[in-house]
């Protein structure tokens, strides 16, 4: 699909600027309310803005094939209700983790071969139709 193609050639070549505040470590280390939040550059705000939505998109597809069906819903609500938001060094760090959670599992891939099977099946259909007209 065309959104796909864009998304994936997006992700490719966005810039991964903000992974460098991230330690997945530094969750993990500490209560949230113990590590002070700093303010970030516009381009990293924009940054972590592209991979919420890029983790919203995955999750929300997830949910759609019943993949990881035990994590998928709360996964999606979680990004959902962060949408919107001013992103901080949290978000940040919080969307790093995210993304390496997606690959971890391996729901990107997994995905991208439902749509691969997806775009078969409807050139298979469109061309069982042309063989009708002809």
Do not use: C
Request: proline fraction near 2%; hydrophobic fraction near 40%.
């Amino acid at each position: 699909r065309v959104e796909d193609a864009v998304l994936i050639a997006l992700a490719q070549h966005h810039r991964p600027n903000v992974a460098e505040l991230s330690d997945p470590d530094i969750k993990s280390s500490g209560d949230e309310k113990f590590t002070e939040a700093f303010d970030l550059s516009k381009e990293e705000e924009e940054d972590v803005l592209f991979k919420q939505a890029w983790l919203m998109y995955f999750w929300r597809r997830a949910k759609i094939h019943n993949v990881e069906e035990d994590i998928a819903e709360e996964r999606l609500q979680m990004w959902v209700d962060r949408h919107g938001q001013q992103p901080t060094s949290h978000d940040a760090v919080d969307v790093e983790q995210g993304i390496h959670e997606l690959r971890k599992l391996g729901i990107e891939q997994l995905l991208w071969e439902f749509s691969r099977q997806e775009v078969n099946v409807a050139e298979g259909e469109l061309s069982d139709a042309e063989d009708d007209l002809t």
